[in-house]
């Protein structure tokens, strides 16, 4: 059973950066896509960003394209989303997840805080 462990939420100051990780537990499963995803008190998750592994295509929701990137490490089979100029309505647990083989699955999820 392959799952997702996550890292690098965290409590940060208003126009600060975190770097948050998500490493897929077989090294020898490739994902056709991988993503994040991120949820608020009372809402329903929303997308954030993904890419598609084939090809390296990447996509953002338009709330943070320009602040967020999303990369990854072949190697390790792991997806970084990379958070900078943060606000504090970025405030949320963000979960990343993978299409494999046509199935979701999705990490623990990781709190990110954005607050003075």
């Known amino acids: 059973q392959v799952h997702m462990v996550e890292s690098g939420g965290g409590l940060v100051q208003p126009g600060g950066s975190l770097r948050l990780s998500c490493e897929l537990s077989?090294?020898?499963?490739?994902?056709?896509?991988m993503g994040w995803f991120r949820q608020f008190p009372g809402k329903e998750r929303e997308f954030v960003a993904a890419?598609?592994?084939?090809?390296?295509?990447?996509f953002y929701s338009r709330s943070v394209r320009g602040r967020f990137t999303i990369a990854r490490d072949n190697a390790k089979n792991t997806v970084y989303l990379e958070m900078n100029s943060l606000k504090p309505e970025d405030t949320a647990v963000y979960y990343c997840?993978?299409?494999?083989?046509?199935?979701?699955?999705w990490g623990q999820g990781t709190q990110v805080t954005v607050s003075s």
């Open positions: 997840n993978a299409d494999i083989n046509a199935k979701l699955r």
């Open positions: 890419m598609r592994w084939t090809d390296g295509n990447t």
């Open positions: 077989e090294r020898t499963v490739r994902p056709t896509a």
